[in-house]
């Protein structure tokens, strides 16, 4: 089965900061990778899809990126509604459909 | 617009059975695979199952293999999760999900299932 490791665990950072969270996969799978914000009480939100587009209606403070097995998630300009836990999940080919040990990113 | 809606959940106890339901809305259903995905509390998401579009194929983690079965019933768009012997260790938020389609990903908002004596 693919392994997701993302990094870091935890994440605290001020309103303006850019922020960086990284996945590494632990075989190829392509640009098969979702980035998701999830806020408690709520549905997981994407916010990226195919390792690197923006899905529709998500701000374009962010961004991820795509380096071999290596991916990562990128906002610009952290914003107080930023806050929230963020996760990787690949898709490459059959399941299971891998996350990653999410990264809680406080302000 | 697309809408899945879970049903189901509840307090249990240890040992016992429960199937939740997810009802899928504005697509077509059939043309999709379909999985299950749980977070217990203070844990990360943790994918469980998923079902082929036909029904024909199913997967399942390692942590739920042979205690559960997931199921779908394309006349009634309806999605399904099998949970038999129950223990503490599945009380968690189940979110069924459209995971493997890019930008058409979608997740319902998830059922609670709480397993306690």
């Known amino acids: 089965d693919i392994q997701m490791t993302q990094s870091p665990s935890s994440l605290s950072a001020s309103v303006g900061d850019r922020v960086t969270i990284t996945c590494q996969a632990s075989?190829?799978?392509?640009?098969?990778l979702n980035w998701y914000q999830h806020k408690p009480g709520k549905a997981p939100k994407l916010l990226i899809y195919a390792a690197s587009n923006l899905q529709a209606g998500v701000p374009s403070r962010f961004s991820g990126s795509r380096s071999g097995t290596d991916f990562t998630f990128t906002i610009s300009s952290l914003q107080p509604e930023d806050i929230a836990t963020y996760y990787c999940?690949?898709?490459?080919?059959?399941?299971?459909?891998?996350f990653g040990q999410g990264t809680k990113l406080e302000i | 617009e697309v809408q899945l809606l879970e049903s189901g959940g509840g307090l249990v106890q240890p040992g016992v059975s429960l199937r939740l339901s997810c009802a899928a809305s504005g697509f077509t259903f059939t043309s999709y695979a379909m999985s299950w995905v749980r977070q217990a509390p203070g844990k990360g998401l943790e994918w469980v199952s998923t079902i082929s579009g036909s029904g024909s194929g199913t997967y399942y983690a390692d942590s739920v293999k042979g205690r559960v079965t997931v199921s779908r019933d394309n006349s009634k768009n309806t999605l399904y999760l099998q949970m038999n012997s129950l223990r503490a260790e599945d009380t968690a938020v189940y979110y069924c999900?459209?995971?493997?389609?890019?930008?058409?990903?979608?997740w319902g908002q998830g059922t609670l299932v709480t397993v306690s004596s």
């Open positions: 999900a459209r995971l493997n389609y890019g930008s058409e990903t979608v």
């Open positions: 999940q690949q898709y490459d080919s059959l399941p299971p459909y891998t």
């Open positions: 075989q190829d799978i392509r640009n098969y």
